[in-house]
């Protein structure tokens, strides 16, 4: 692997999008051909991959936080823009993590931007023959796919590893392990796939426990038999989509027993851990059902797949969802406990925009704001909205 260093200046973004010079840099890394195999790391929280971890510091008093830039407003605020498709966006620590891919230079790129919309850099790119999946944050690292390969990029350092080979697209990150999938090679309904842990410290695998495919006749068509699209790591379970086999599936770390934990009808993508339940989308919406399995509820008729998306904090669930015979797309915000779906944000499609015309590549929340990368026909914006 070769990695190369640079010191970024940061630039500020005005809502006409002046750049001024600031004070602060950000170190950035750039690589063509990683090839290590693992990583020596520090330990991450402990906490499932998609749920933010808190910080060990001291708080801070009000006037000290880098507060978001529509908080107080009532109104949208442009954050930023990034060139090419965003294939995530992550908001941690008063900043926007979005992770960019331009397809022409095969580069995947990583950008943080401060949620004032002021300060910007790179934190490192990465070419490689596929566009990157399956983002997971942890407090000093961010991870993604391409192809077979995990990368790391260090937050702070801006260091770029291949940290796993061989997994398929979905990841997950708990403790000092990345969890994923190992596809056995043939496409025949009697074999099996396997969950697989790689320690961050060591790179030593240890296999959990073997994933039996379900029959031709159950398996989604026009996809292969291993197909997994989003993984859930805790202390005591680890849940899978399994897209080809219309299902969520949960694996018992103490067993090392598999478990269906709901059928999910097509399409099953993200999970949400909650303390008893799981929260899933499929094609029929959003879902929640006890982690020991059983019937599952509807929790409402959006973020039905494989085109919405939704995101979580601590009291509602974000969605971004596409409105049926036009070419808006609006946001909507639903409660944890009970009630119905509130449009809250409304976007519009470019002129000339390919049908489907797909407009908002990634949400993201934190305490303050609920942020939307919006494509438009040459550039991606992202923009706050204040929650209260």
């Known amino acids: 692997m070769q990695l190369r260093f640079a010191w970024v200046l940061l630039g500020a973004f005005t ?7 600031l004070p602060d840099r950000h170190q950035a890394a ?13 330990p991450s929280s402990g906490l499932p991959s998609n749920v933010p971890a808190a910080s060990t510091v001291a708080p801070r008093s009000d006037s000290e936080l880098l507060h978001c830039k529509a908080r107080g407003k009532h109104a949208r605020a442009l954050v930023g823009s990034v060139r ?22 095969r580069r995947a790129t990583l950008t943080k931007l401060g949620r004032d919309g002021v300060r910007r850099g790179v934190v490192a790119r990465h070419v490689g023959p596929s566009e990157p999946k399956s983002m997971v944050m942890t407090p000093d690292a961010a991870y993604f796919t391409r192809k077979t390969n995990v ?14 080979h061989g997994f398929a697209e979905a990841i997950a990150v708990f403790g000092d392990h990345v969890y994923g999938v190992v596809c056995n090679p043939s496409d025949s309904a009697e074999f ?5 842990r790689v320690s961050l410290v060591n790179g030593e695998r240890e296999p959990i426990a073997d994933l039996p495919r379900v029959p031709r006749k159950k398996r989604a068509s026009g996809g292969p038999a291993c197909d997994y699209h989003y993984l859930a790591a805790a202390a005591e379970s680890v849940f899978i989509s399994d897209w080809a086999g219309r299902r969520i599936l949960s694996i018992s770390m103490a067993d090392k027993t598999v478990h269906e934990t709901a059928f999910a009808g097509s399409y099953p993508m993200r999970i949400t851990l909650e303390p008893e339940t799981i929260v899933y989308q499929a094609e029929g919406g959003l879902y929640r059902v006890p982690r020991a399995g059983g019937k599952p509820e509807q929790l409402a008729e959006l973020a039905n797949t494989p085109f919405a ?3 979580a904090d601590e009291k509602e669930f974000w969605i971004n969802q596409s409105e049926a015979y036009t070419e808006a797309v609006w ?9 119905k779906p509130r449009k809250v944000l409304k976007f519009e499609g470019y002129k000339d925009c390919a049908d489907p015309c797909d407009i908002t590549d990634g949400i993201a929340v934190d305490d303050e704001c609920i942020y ?17």
Not at 30 to 42: D, E, N, R
Request: charged fraction near 25%; hydrophobic fraction near 40%; include cysteine.
């Open 15 to 21: 809502a006409c999008r002046a750049e001024r010079s």
């Open 30 to 42: 750039t690589t063509k051909a990683p090839s290590a195999t693992s990583a020596l790391v520090s």
């Open 84 to 105: 090419g498709r965003v294939i995530d966006l992550r908001a941690s620590n008063e900043s926007l993590y979005v992770l960019h891919f331009e397809d022409d230079l």
């Open 151 to 164: 990368v790391r990029v260090g937050l702070d350092s801006g260091e770029v590893k291949e940290v796993v």
């Open 192 to 196: 099996a796939d396997s969950l697989v």
């Open 309 to 311: 998306s939704y995101v």
């Open 331 to 339: 946001i909507y915000r639903l409660t944890r406990v009970a009630g």
């Open 372 to 388: 939307v990368a919006h494509r438009e026909e040459h550039t991606v914006n992202l923009f706050a909205w204040p929650k209260d």
